[in-house]
C-alpha cells in the first residue's frame, strides 16, 4: 500500500487536496492511505510513530516550522520519501533545492495538475526495488527485498542476513511474516526463529535447510510438514 501525507495548515486547502488525492489514486486503481496534517509537527510526529510514507506533498507557508523545515527533517532519516512542494511562492527556492523536491505544484492547486505530478510519482515508485523497511534507534531503513537471505528472531530483537550486510531492529517475527507474505517473493517460516527467503534455498532436508552459502539452518520440529508442502509447491513453480 503506498502511504501518502498531505500538510498544509488551511483546512479548507487540506480538506480540497486530500479529496483531491483520494479521487485520482481511486481512478487511478492505486491502493493507497492518505493522511492529512494541519502541521508540520504534526506530519513528523505521525512518521516517528508510524515510520516512513512515499509520498508527502508539502504547503510551504505554514505556522510553526514551514513545509521547507519540515523537509529538512524528514531528509535527515529518510532519503527516498518523495517530496512534492506547494505554494504561491518561489522565494524558498534555494532552500527547497537542498532538499531534493520531486516537484512543484503552484497554488491554487488544479486536479490536472495534482494528477501529473501523482502519475510521476507513482510511476517512479514502480520502477523501485520491492523494500523492506525498518526503524533503529528513531531512523528509518530500506533494504531490498531480494537481498535478504533470512530473518533471525532473538528475543525481541530480529537480525536481517542480506547479501552485503547484516543489520537488526525491534519488532516481532510474526509482524514481520505478515509483511513478507505481501512481497512476490516467497519466504518460509521454518521455525519460530527463523523467516527464509526461498531464493537461496539450496536444499531442503527433513529437519533443516541448507543455504546456496552453505548456511544450516534447523526446521523447528513443529514446522517441518509445511516447510515441505510450500517448499515443493515454491520449487513447482520454478
Do not use: W
Request: charged share 35%; proline share 2%; hydrophobic share 35%.
Amino acid at each position: 500500500m503506498i502511504r501518502i501525507g498531505i500538510c498544509d495548515d488551511a483546512e479548507e486547502q487540506l480538506n480540497m487536496q486530500g479529496k483531491m488525492v483520494e479521487n485520482i489514486v481511486d481512478h487511478l486503481g492505486i491502493n493507497a492511505k492518505v493522511n492529512c496534517f494541519r502541521s508540520g509537527e504534526d506530519l513528523l510526529c505521525e512518521i516517528e510513530q508510524k515510520g516512513s510514507m512515499d509520498i508527502i506533498l508539502l504547503d510551504i507557508e505554514m505556522e510553526g516550522i514551514n513545509g521547507v523545515e519540515t523537509a529538512r527533517l524528514i531528509r535527515e532519516t529518510d532519503f527516498r520519501v518523495i517530496l512534492v512542494f506547494i505554494s504561491f511562492y518561489d522565494q524558498y527556492c534555494k532552500k527547497m533545492i537542498s532538499v531534493q523536491p520531486f516537484a512543484f505544484i503552484d497554488k491554487p492547486v488544479t486536479v490536472k495538475q495534482l494528477e501529473a505530478v501523482l502519475k510521476h510519482a507513482l510511476e517512479f515508485l514502480g520502477k523501485l526495488e520491492e523494500t523492506f523497511e525498518y526503524t533503529y534507534k528513531k531512523v528509518s531503513y530500506r533494504i531490498p527485498v531480494k537481498k535478504i537471505r533470512y530473518f533471525e528472531s532473538e528475543k525481541r530483537k530480529v537480525h536481517i542476513y542480506a547479501t552485503d550486510e547484516v543489520c537488526s531492529f525491534y519488532r516481532k517475527l510474526d509482524e514481520v511474516e505478515q509483511e513478507m507474505d505481501k512481497t512476490d517473493i516467497k519466504f518460509l517460516r521454518i521455525s519460530k526463529s527463523y523467516l527464509v527467503n526461498t531464493n537461496y534455498i539450496k536444499e531442503q532436508r527433513f529437519g533443516k535447510v541448507v543455504m546456496n552459502d552453505g548456511t544450516e539452518i534447523k526446521i523447528g520440529p513443529s514446522y517441518r510438514e509445511r516447510t515441505r508442502k510450500d517448499y515443493i509447491e515454491v520449487i513447482g513453480k520454478i
